[in-house]
């Protein structure tokens, strides 16, 4: 099955702890990219990435890293969490590079940071 | 900088009413394209429709249909006949058609479109 996945799909963690939430699709799409998503702000994208090791920022980059080794996977890395991180993640691939394509989205991350 | 806004924050409408979700878009480019997206209370994210900037032809997909004006920079969604299934979070959404921009998607902030029974 076209999928995107992620994970973890939930996580609570502490100001300052690192982590990641990995994405990853079995579509061979180019392009993956990271929203989060707020209420009352809709989806803002945080990066993307147009083919392996080619990343780029999106409108609100600060505070994340991403990197995109594999075609397949695109991990979204949050060095030192603050609670204004506390957020809906989405991860999403589309086929190619040109902005004609629609974006699959996967399930979403909520995560939340005390 | 490119920029859509959806200013209906919420519709509440009783089944079988028609209601139509506004979008409005301001952007620099020639050619672009426009989406609308639906997200079920489930959560998840799909894909509804596609629009170029060169193809102003409305579209009608059962109870769904799509007004696209260039003139007015708008790509309204109208649902005839509204079901409780219907209840969803509409997002309209912006992309460049090409060059390094095409990795750009700029999202509404979304309407919350609730149908009672």
């Known amino acids: 099955e076209a999928q995107v996945t992620q994970n973890p799909r939930y996580l609570i963690t502490v100001t300052g702890k690192k982590l990641t939430v990995t994405c990853s699709q079995n579509?061979?799409?180019?392009?993956m990219s990271w929203y989060r998503q707020d209420p009352g702000l809709g989806l803002r994208q945080i990066y993307y990435?147009?083919?392996?090791?080619?990343?780029d920022k999106g409108d609100v980059p600060e505070g994340y890293k991403v990197s995109r080794k594999e075609k397949r996977n695109f991990p979204l890395i949050l060095e030192s969490p603050s609670p204004n991180q506390t957020s809906l993640y989405f991860c999403?691939?589309?086929?190619?590079?040109?902005?004609?394509?629609?974006?699959?989205f996967g399930p979403g991350t909520r995560l939340t940071v005390l | 900088a490119q920029k859509v806004t959806q200013a209906q924050t919420e519709i509440s409408v009783v089944e079988k009413e028609d209601v139509t979700l506004d979008c409005v878009y301001e952007?620099?480019?020639?050619?672009?394209?426009l989406f609308w997206y639906k997200q079920p209370p489930s959560g998840e994210l799909v894909f509804l429709i596609r629009?170029?900037?060169?193809?102003?032809q409305n579209e009608i997909s059962g109870r769904y249909s799509w007004n696209f004006q260039k003139s007015t920079s708008s790509f309204n969604f109208t649902i005839t006949a509204s079901q409780v299934v219907d209840s969803a979070v509409y997002f309209c959404?912006?992309?460049?058609?090409?060059?390094?921009?095409?990795?750009?998607?700029?999202f509404g902030d979304g309407t919350t479109l609730t149908v009672k029974p």
């Open positions: 999403a691939s589309r086929q190619g590079l040109a902005g004609s394509y629609e974006q699959f």
């Open positions: 579509m061979n799409h180019e392009y």
């Open positions: 990435s147009m083919n392996v090791e080619v990343t």
């Open positions: 952007t620099r480019d020639t050619t672009y394209y």
């Open positions: 629009r170029n900037s060169f193809d102003e």
């Open positions: 959404a912006l992309t460049p058609g090409m060059g390094p921009n095409a990795g750009k998607s700029t």
